[in-house]
């Protein structure tokens, strides 16, 4: 693969995405490079894994700004210094101000663990296990101003057993994650799509 393109990945916590993400560039399954980490949480294990690979990172801890826009507008100033052409969340606990948005058009991608429009938010497997549905599994959405509502990409099914718990069925759900985001994330940057109104459409 010969342009790889320049992505930022933002983060809070773990990181397993990201590193799903970055170990797919690196194999040349993504055409892509992670130019910048971002983490708005200094103890995030995902920041530190990025340094010890050697990866361009900044912290940029949200209390240190006023509001969610200029916090927002200090990530976007340290995303372009780094070239990032296309933003991943991963793991990123924060809502994106639309200027944020506005900044990375149909360029930003997040991975949720359910079928969305199902259990959008917070806590998405205990509320699918509360909710009580057969089946949950991971959704790639391009990220537009609400809450886990952009178009959605790529969708992968998990079957929920009886004696699922939050632990199980979230590992379970989080294999297929690590599988989806880099299939979802090829595509968008290897093939030809659109958007029309709410799909997205390869081909
Ligand atoms: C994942 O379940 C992802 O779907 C959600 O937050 C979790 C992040 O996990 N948005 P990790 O930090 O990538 O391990």
Redesign the pocket.
Known sequence: MSERTPVGVL??????????LETAMRESRVPARVALVVSNRPQ???LARARELGLATVCLPHGDYPQRRAHDEAVVAELRRAGVEWVC?????RLLSADFVRAYPQRIV????SLLPAFPGLE??RQALEHGVRVSG?TVHLVDEGLDSGPIVVQRAVEVRDDDTVETL?AR??EQ?HVAYPEALRRLLSEPWRREGRRVIFG
């Open positions: 983060l809070s916590g773990r990181g397993s995405n990201f590193l799903a995030a294990a995902g969340l991963a793991g990123y606990m997040n991975i949720h663990p998405a497997q991971c979230s759900i989080l994650e």
